[in-house]
T-cell receptor
Framework: EDKVVQSPLSLVVHEGDTVTLNCSYE??????LLWYKQEKKAPTFLFML????IEKKSGRLSSILDKKELFSILNITATQTGDSAVYLC??????????FGKGTKLTVNP | NAGVMQNPRHLVRRRGQEARLRCSPM?????VYWYRQLPEEGLKFMVY????????ESGMPKERFSAEFPKEGPSILRIQQVVRGDSAAYFC???????????????FGSGTQLSVL
């Protein structure tokens, strides 16, 4: 059965800190790995990764995939209180569905 | 440009009643996915539909749950004879196609929070 595991499950930091969120996966016929940010309710798309070693960046957020070791990390530099959210990692294998991890709850304190 | 619209936002039902959750995909999207999220859990896939077709319902319980996406109108997730364990947030997502690239354009609605008393 396809599986996605995220760590840590929760994280509390101060504004300005840098954080690294981890995601490991076991997926048959891997096609892509995705990161979402969930505040309040609707998950919003952050990144989609399909190739190893290519970093994707968006402002203070960046992510990279290691297909050999089957994991991805999401980095957030200079964190702000607005970064507080649950960050979800999901992977897509041979079917259309996404398999999600439990998420990492990030709290950024002023 | 409206996003994925789900209603109601909150639904309260007593045990044994029926729950109907609606999802209107983004304009131009013909692929709809339903996910369920329990507290402190990630999203769990339930069903994937295209217009008038169920493509993958491997995540949906065999009993009491059904889904449809008619030619006209929203997608409906129907739960009959609800039990307390059905209490969860139900999310709908839509995309324009099934190509891998469309994962970047998979948009989620704000969800329906179902509470079963």
């Amino acid at each position: 059965e396809d599986k996605v595991v995220q760590s840590p499950l929760s994280l509390v930091v101060h504004e300005g800190d840098t954080v690294t969120l981890n995601c490991s996966y076991e997926v048959t016929n891997f096609r892509s790995l995705l990161w979402y940010k969930q505040e309040k309710k609707a998950p919003t798309f952050l990144f989609m990764l399909t190739s190893s070693g290519i970093e994707k960046k968006s402002g203070r957020l960046s992510s990279i995939l290691d297909k050999k070791e089957l994991f991805s990390i999401l980095n957030i530099t200079a964190t702000q209180t607005g970064d507080s959210a649950v960050y979800l990692c999901a992977s897509q294998g041979g079917s259309e569905k996404l398999v999600f991890g439990k998420g990492t709850k990030l709290t950024v304190n002023p | 440009n409206a996003g994925v619209m789900q209603n109601p936002r909150h639904l309260v039902r007593r045990r044994g009643q029926e729950a109907r959750l609606r999802c209107s995909p983004m304009k131009g999207h013909s692929h709809v996915y339903w996910y369920r999220q329990l507290p402190e859990e990630g999203l769990k896939f339930m069903v994937y539909l295209q217009k008038e077709n169920i493509i993958d319902e491997s995540g949906m319980p065999k009993e009491r749950f059904s889904a449809e996406f008619p030619k006209e109108g929203p997608s409906i997730l129907r739960i009959q004879q609800v039990v307390r364990g059905d209490s969860a947030a139900y999310f709908c997502a839509s995309s324009a196609g099934r190509d891998i690239a469309t994962n970047e354009k998979l948009f989620f609605g704000s969800g329906t929070q179902l509470s079963v008393l």
